[in-house]
């Protein structure tokens, strides 16, 4: 069971340097997602336009507008997916070396779905803070005023409720194929590569990319609902009434904003998360068993 809390504090440990390390990404294909309007002057005309409209006004803060809430939530969120991951692993293969397709399958759904209900009001904040909506819910025309985090979760319960920290999680949840997708690949490469030779550092960092690129590729769509029903002028009634409105309104392209932007971050912060997350799991141990020697 230790070894459990090893994995969730270095999942946690990992998550927060990738995040840090990539997070101007993050803000770049979050705006680009949820934006409608590609046509005005001041819309976002792709990733590079975004970064320097961001950059001319509002300064390089902007790049990293909500990072303290996402450095918390990519914490709790890493700690609490890799402890229910690996405990499930663990029963799995108690009496066998690896886990089967299926298996990393099912771990990864009750890992996910784990985190998802605990973390979604986190990425509600996150999601807000990072797109500046704050502001412009009430005058589109104004510029956008920046928001701390305990004056974004004050706001959202004014105006909004409790109920508004769970918008988005149905395609929450259904995003959990994105880390069966991810995780899945993973184990079934490194189960492969592990007969071949001894993995590094590099190594982690290559399957980690690779493993997000398949499932960010294939699970984007439902990206873009999800952060648009974050937000809190979305009309969206559901999941699937989201994603007829995109498609109804700015056709099937709707459904791909930022992509791009999204699959360089996603794969950058997979990579250094599954790196680190494993250079610094060895010093975890360590220590864990350490201070059990003390008490």
């Known amino acids: 069971m230790s070894d459990n809390i090893a994995h969730a ?3 946690a440990g990992g998550g927060i340097i990738s995040m840090i390390l990539t997070y101007p990404l993050i803000t770049v294909s979050s705006r680009l997602q949820v934006q409608k309007d590609t046509k005005g002057t001041d819309a976002y005309k792709g990733g590079i336009d975004t970064v320097v409209k961001i950059l001319k006004n509002e300064g390089i803060t902007g790049l990293y507008s909500g990072l303290n809430s996402a450095i918390f939530g990519i914490a709790l969120t890493n700690g609490i997916y890799y402890y229910f991951y690996e405990s499930t692993k663990f029963i799995f293969e108690r009496n066998k070396r690896s886990m089967s ?8 759904a009750i890992a996910g779905s784990a985190t998802v209900l605990v973390t979604n009001p986190i990425w509600v904040v996150n999601t807000r803070m990072t797109t500046r909506k704050e502001s412009l819910d009430e ?4 510029q956008p005023k920046r928001l701390g985090t305990i004056k974004t979760i004050m706001k959202i319960i004014n105006e909004d409720g409790f109920k508004a920290f769970w918008q988005g999680i149905i395609p929450a949840l259904i995003l959990v194929i994105n880390p069966i997708i991810q995780y899945t690949t993973f184990e079934q490469l490194k189960a492969r590569i592990e007969k071949l030779k001894k993995l590094g550092n590099f190594d982690f960092f290559l399957l980690g990319a690779i493993s997000k690129l398949i499932a960010t590729g294939s699970t984007y769509p439902y990206i873009v609902v999800k952060s648009r029903m974050q937000l809190r002028q979305s009309e969206y009634k559901s999941t699937w009434d989201g994603f007829q409105k995109i498609i109804s309104n700015e056709g099937y392209n709707g459904l791909y ?3 791009i932007s999204k699959l360089i ?11 680190y997350k494993e250079a610094l799991f060895k010093y975890t141990v360590k220590i864990l068993a350490l201070r059990k020697k003390k008490i």
Request: net charge neutral.
């Open 265 to 275: 971050q996603s794969v950058f912060t997979a990579a250094f998360l599954f790196m």
């Open 9 to 11: 504090i270095s999942g």
């Open 101 to 108: 397709v299926v298996e990393s399958m099912l771990a990864g």
């Open 257 to 259: 904003k930022g992509i």
């Open 139 to 142: 005058n589109e025309k104004s």
